[in-house]
């Protein structure tokens, strides 16, 4: 029997600073919180970060009326 917990493995971090999203045309926008973040608002934004079958993320984004929580990368 292999016993599975003695590897020595370190888990590789990825190092994102940032989270940029693309709008439709082609603007990129950068996740910025607000300071008065809502938990309602934290909610409707676990399926952006959490999960992956949202097949238009900035859509989704704009019909919840997250964008205040995104600033436009220059």
Same mark, same amino acid.
């Given at each position: 029997?292999?016993w599975?917990? $003695?590897?020595?493995e370190?888990?590789? =971090?990825?190092?994102?600073?940032e &989270?940029?999203? *693309?709008d439709?045309d082609?603007?990129? #926008?950068?996740?910025?919180?607000? $300071?008065?973040?809502?938990?309602?608002? =934290?909610?409707?934004l676990?399926? &952006?970060?959490? *999960?992956?079958?949202?097949?238009?993320? #900035?859509?989704?984004?704009?019909?919840n009326?997250?964008?205040?929580?995104?600033?436009k990368?220059?």
């Amino acid at each position: 029997m292999i016993w599975f917990l $003695k590897k020595k493995e370190v888990p590789i =971090v990825p190092d994102n600073k940032e &989270v940029v999203f *693309l709008d439709a045309d082609g603007t990129k #926008w950068r996740y910025k919180p607000a $300071k008065h973040i809502t938990a309602y608002e =934290v909610a409707k934004l676990l399926p &952006v970060f959490c *999960l992956g079958f949202l097949s238009d993320i #900035w859509k989704y984004i704009v019909d919840n009326n997250l964008t205040r929580h995104f600033e436009k990368v220059e």
